[in-house]
């Protein structure tokens, strides 16, 4: 097995991201979500993943962080969660920015990560978080 090089690893995780992508729309029309396309919110520098309408036709933008492989995957990687963060506050910028999810493989455990999170749930930065992985998670979606 050789060495992976840098433009490899790049690519694996592309097509990683883009699985996980998938998966991520797959679950929320399994719950009854409408799942649009991504939408660039030029005036902040922001990118979401879908726009999302529940099946109370609540909008909320939705954000997919998460892969199946590294040590770190998801959330737990600090440097992904920080851009989750600065994502959501960026959109709290807007004149009326809709309910900002994180769809993670991999919520932050203790430590710096967890207290970031926290933190950014409880600014308003983040609406939610839910683990695709986690099905304790799966029902805070219930409130849109």
Same mark, same amino acid.
């Given at each position: 097995?050789?060495?992976?090089? /840098? +433009?490899?690893?790049?690519?694996?995780?592309? %097509?990683?991201?883009?699985?996980?992508?998938?998966?991520?729309?797959?679950? @929320?029309?399994?719950?009854?979500?409408?799942?649009? !396309? /991504? @939408?660039?919110?030029? %005036?902040?520098?922001?990118?979401?993943?879908?726009?999302?309408?529940?099946?109370?036709?609540?909008?909320?933008?939705? %954000?997919?962080?998460? +892969?199946?492989?590294?040590?770190?995957?998801?959330?737990?990687?600090?440097?992904? *969660?920080?851009?989750?963060?600065?994502?959501?506050? *960026? #959109?709290?910028?807007?004149? !009326? &920015?809709? &309910?900002f999810v994180v769809i993670t +493989?991999?919520? &932050?455990?203790?430590? +710096?990560?967890? !207290?970031? #999170? %926290? !933190?950014? =749930?409880? =600014?308003?930065? #983040?609406?939610?978080?839910?683990? *695709?992985?986690? /099905?304790?998670?799966?029902?805070?979606?219930?409130?849109?």
């Amino acid at each position: 097995m050789g060495v992976m090089m /840098p +433009s490899d690893f790049q690519a694996s995780a592309g %097509e990683q991201g883009r699985r996980f992508a998938e998966q991520c729309t797959a679950f @929320l029309r399994g719950l009854g979500w409408e799942v649009g !396309a /991504p @939408l660039r919110l030029g %005036e902040v520098g922001v990118e979401i993943d879908a726009v999302g309408t529940s099946p109370g036709g609540s909008v909320v933008w939705f %954000e997919y962080k998460g +892969s199946v492989q590294g040590n770190r995957p998801g959330l737990r990687r600090t440097d992904t *969660l920080k851009k989750a963060i600065a994502n959501g506050a *960026l #959109l709290q910028g807007l004149e !009326a &920015p809709k &309910p900002f999810v994180v769809i993670t +493989s991999h919520l &932050p455990v203790g430590g +710096s990560g967890d !207290a970031m #999170l %926290e !933190a950014a =749930l409880r =600014l308003g930065y #983040l609406a939610e978080v839910v683990c *695709l992985y986690d /099905p304790a998670t799966h029902d805070r979606l219930d409130r849109w």
